[in-house]
């Protein structure tokens, strides 16, 4: 009888049953020990140009970073890149064996990857500072006013006294909601990027979950999600600063694997509450990304009805939507209110005929197909891919998923088609976000299941390898400050407590009525006027929101790109700027651009102040104008503005008078004198206007809809009330 071999000791064991990922980790400890012993010296020596040629002539053309940048972007490839490579090494050893990794273990996995990826694109070396970049200060310092109204008042969506125009919403887009966790345990600015990184890391992990739920296919969802960990980095979100899209992303992918798990996993209770917690958070956070998930879910219920022959009844959506919609009235009152206000329009429509649109749309199809990266290229292909797939499968269940992905393909491709019609203009251009994602389904779907192991992890790994080339190697990491007051450290000498300062607006395109974009150009200018204003705590006559949509009908309320109302400023525009100017009470100005800095120049109204790091200031020639303008004698004042009132203080009236407030005019205001009187408000000149005759103080109060949110509070915990017992349900999938 022979003997069995002795088995090889544990440790011996696991490292060679983990053979290339042990290997791909001596690699990286080894690249990470050389570049500790000689990389830096090498990098220093290549920077000073005393290090080979080729060498240098890295450094040559980027001589403006100094040599700490260089070295901090070289770690964070080297030390990124390494730890993206074990995970991956891990990860494609357990596709190609044929063993799936346990869902936990996945998700750990999944988790580390998309931190490592959210590494490569916010500046973790500078983790807690302000992100100045593009529109990270504009929703940075829009989520924190609503989440300290929420917290202070019962209402986010108030009166901003603090810009002129009053309207403390970015077209009713923010992530106060997601921020308010975070701010109240870590406060500002560290529980603002630690949001960021929560929420980007939601992204792929909600990924996975809806897919698991959505096509019943464990293997495919691994892989789908951690090919979106990677695409986090080619996100144009991120670089650009589009706070709100970023939680929504994630918050769309969550609320959709609730709703599924609440239609098909029984009518229970938990996924109920689930999906109307996660909806109504991403109402709050962005308008059209709601649309988006509820025509989404609409469509998965009419396709499992068509084609599975699952239906849903009207009744169990019932529970669904009613508090959903309880929950979301304040949001959509809001909403109503400031529809005067903003618009939804596009920028600046061209009235043109069907046929004209039509080819501007196949047009506009064409030239995103064209463009760089290639991402629509790769939807379209694997498109066709699936195409070949449906026709060699006789899986009618797999059938069933390859017609449901060609279908939802087709309608992102032309889903851009509808840019060019009224009132659609954003949500067709927030639909590309998802390309990259189906892309990856469409792509891990082609592979057939009776494939071997190693052949179905060969192609993903080549599917990887595509994906990982429309991600940038080094992808641009958002500047930060310390402080505020960091952004420009002279503009607070020149301002002093009590000014009303015009401070030129910063878009991204031109807002001229031709659509020259190229006209402009902001250059290192970002969307930072909100947290200057924060910073110099006076008022600012600007719109908050600095780009020209969706503030279109009333242009003539702020200065941006050195255009005014729409067209340049010069003589012809110049002097209605310069009647808004004395009529609000504006005493100084600070802009950037040369046309407006021309303008100022040599105008007669306006001197020269002083030049800070970014802007030209001036200050106005006369007295302004005070806050509180009472006719026929007497003085005003205001004693306490809030976001939802302000006491006006009135002496030495004697007789009828009428007062003029310099704050905007909203059909929500009310006042009452001291003794409980309520005072007739009218517009004048789009300021506040009201008639007294003695002297005392008048309380004006901002309407905040208190009962809306409380009957908006108590809806988000009646789905915890329904039935306990779950319902076996039919999946479409199955």
């Given amino acids: 009888m022979t003997e069995s071999p002795a088995p090889a000791p544990p440790l011996r064991a696991w490292i060679w049953r983990h053979r290339l990922a042990a290997l791909a980790l001596l690699a990286v400890l080894a690249a990470c020990l050389g570049h500790e012993s000689y990389g830096r010296a090498l990098v220093r020596a290549m920077y000073e140009g005393t290090s080979s040629g080729f060498l240098n002539a890295i450094f040559h053309r980027r001589a403006a970073y100094d040599l700490a940048h260089y070295q901090h972007q070289i770690e964070i490839m080297?030390?990124?890149?390494?730890?993206?490579?074990?995970?991956?090494?891990?990860?494609?050893?357990?596709?190609?064996?044929?063993?799936?990794?346990?869902?936990?273990?996945y998700v750990v996995l999944l988790v580390l990857v998309s931190l490592a990826n959210i590494a490569f694109v916010l500046p973790v070396c500078d983790f807690g500072a302000f992100l100045i970049d593009d529109d990270y200060p504009k929703f940075?310092?829009?989520?924190?006013?609503?989440?300290?109204?929420?917290?202070?008042?019962?209402?986010?969506?108030?009166?901003?006294?603090?810009?002129?125009?009053?309207?403390?919403?970015?077209?009713?887009?923010?992530?106060?909601?997601?921020?308010?966790?975070?701010?109240?345990?870590?406060?500002?600015?560290?529980?603002?990027?630690?949001?960021?990184?929560?929420?980007?890391?939601?992204?792929?992990?909600?990924l996975y979950l809806l897919l698991r739920t959505a096509l019943r296919d464990e293997s495919l969802a691994q892989v789908v999600a951690f090919l979106a960990a990677f695409q986090i980095r080619s996100l144009d979100y991120v670089a650009y600063g589009m706070t709100p899209a970023l939680v929504a992303l994630g918050l769309v992918f969550l609320s959709l694997f609730f709703l599924l798990r609440y239609a098909f996993g029984g009518y229970h209770r938990r996924w109920l509450g689930a999906?109307?917690?996660?909806?109504?958070?991403?109402?709050?956070?962005?308008?059209?990304?709601?649309?988006?998930?509820?025509?989404?879910?609409?469509?998965?219920?009419?396709?499992?009805?068509?084609?599975?022959?699952?239906?849903?009844?009207?009744m169990r959506l019932l529970p669904l939507g009613a508090p959903a919609f309880l929950a979301g009235l304040p949001f959509l009152v809001s909403l109503i209110d400031y529809s005067a206000f903003v618009t939804t329009q596009s920028d600046y429509p061209l009235q043109v005929g069907l046929g004209v649109q039509v080819f501007r749309a196949v047009q506009y199809n064409l030239k995103l197909l064209t463009e760089a990266g290639g991402d629509r290229w790769l939807l379209l292909l694997s498109v066709l891919f699936?195409?070949?797939?449906?026709?060699?499968?006789?899986?009618?269940?797999?059938?069933?998923?390859?017609?449901?992905?060609?279908?939802?393909?087709?309608?992102?491709?032309?889903?851009?088609?509808?840019?060019?019609?009224?009132?659609?203009?954003?949500?067709?251009?927030?639909?590309?976000?998802?390309?990259?994602?189906?892309?990856?389904?469409?792509?891990?779907?082609?592979?057939?299941?009776?494939?071997?192991?190693?052949?179905?992890a060969a192609a993903v790994l080549l599917v990887f390898f595509v994906v990982l080339c429309q991600c940038p190697l080094q992808p641009r990491i958002p500047r930060t400050v310390a402080t505020l007051g960091d952004?420009?450290?002279a503009l607070a000498r020149r301002i002093a407590p009590g000014d009303h300062v015009l401070v030129e607006n910063t878009a991204h395109?031109?807002?001229?009525?031709?659509?020259?974009?190229?006209?402009?150009?902001?250059?290192?200018?970002?969307?930072?006027?909100?947290?200057?204003?924060?910073?110099?705590?006076?008022?600012?006559?600007?719109?908050?929101?600095?780009?020209?949509?969706?503030?279109?009908?009333?242009?003539?309320?702020?200065?941006?790109?050195?255009?005014?109302?729409?067209?340049?400023?010069?003589?012809?525009?110049?002097?209605?700027?310069?009647?808004?100017?004395?009529?609000?009470?504006?005493?100084?100005?600070?802009?950037?651009?040369?046309?407006?800095?021309?303008?100022?120049?040599?105008?007669?109204?306006?001197?020269f102040l002083a030049d800070s790091a970014k802007y030209r200031c001036f200050q106005a020639a006369d007295e302004p104008l005070g806050e509180v303008r009472v006719s026929g004698g007497g003085t005003g004042r205001i004693l306490e503005a809030t976001p939802f009132g302000m006491t006006v203080a009135l002496e030495n009236i004697s007789g009828p008078r009428t007062v003029t407030v310099a704050r905007n005019w909203f059909q929500y205001w009310s006042a009452h004198d001291e003794a409980g009187t309520e005072i007739p408000l009218r517009e004048a000149c789009r300021m506040i206007s009201f008639e007294v005759s003695r002297d005392g103080r008048v309380r004006l109060h901002y309407r905040r809809h208190t009962l809306l949110y409380l009957v908006a509070g108590l809806a988000l915990f009646l789905p915890f009330l329904g039935p306990r017992r779950r319902q076996t349900r039919a999946h479409p999938a199955a």
């Fill in 78 to 105: 080297l030390y990124g890149y390494g730890a993206l490579l074990v995970l991956a090494t891990v990860f494609f050893s357990a596709l190609g064996s044929g063993k799936r990794l346990r869902p936990r273990a």
């Fill in 140 to 206: 940075h310092a829009s989520a924190v006013e609503h989440a300290e109204a929420l917290l202070r008042y019962g209402s986010p969506f108030g009166y901003n006294h603090d810009f002129q125009g009053g309207v403390p919403a970015f077209y009713m887009k923010s992530s106060f909601l997601a921020l308010l966790p975070f701010l109240v345990v870590l406060g500002e600015p560290l529980g603002h990027q630690v949001m960021l990184i929560v929420f980007l890391a939601l992204i792929p992990l909600s």
């Fill in 275 to 314: 999906a109307v917690l996660a909806t109504t958070a991403l109402l709050y956070t962005h308008l059209l990304y709601f649309a988006l998930v509820w025509l989404v879910f609409a469509g998965l219920l009419a396709w499992a009805r068509m084609a599975a022959g699952v239906r849903v009844p009207p």
């Fill in 386 to 456: 699936l195409v070949v797939a449906h026709a060699q499968t006789a899986d009618a269940r797999r059938r069933l998923k390859i017609r449901g992905l060609v279908l939802l393909s087709a309608v992102i491709l032309v889903a851009p088609t509808l840019e060019g019609l009224p009132h659609l203009t954003t949500l067709a251009r927030r639909t590309a976000v998802f390309v990259p994602f189906v892309f990856a389904i469409n792509a891990a779907l082609c592979l057939a299941p009776s494939l071997p192991a190693r052949t179905r």
């Fill in 487 to 489: 952004i420009d450290p």
């Fill in 509 to 607: 395109v031109s807002p001229l009525i031709t659509r020259d974009y190229k006209r402009f150009k902001p250059g290192t200018y970002g969307h930072w006027l909100p947290q200057l204003q924060r910073h110099l705590g006076v008022r600012f006559f600007a719109q908050v929101g600095e780009d020209p949509h969706p503030y279109d009908r009333r242009r003539d309320m702020y200065v941006t790109n050195g255009t005014y109302a729409g067209k340049p400023l010069d003589e012809e525009t110049g002097p209605a700027l310069l009647e808004q100017l004395r009529h609000w009470g504006v005493n100084k100005v600070c802009v950037w651009s040369p046309a407006a800095i021309d303008f100022f120049t040599r105008s007669e109204h306006f001197t």
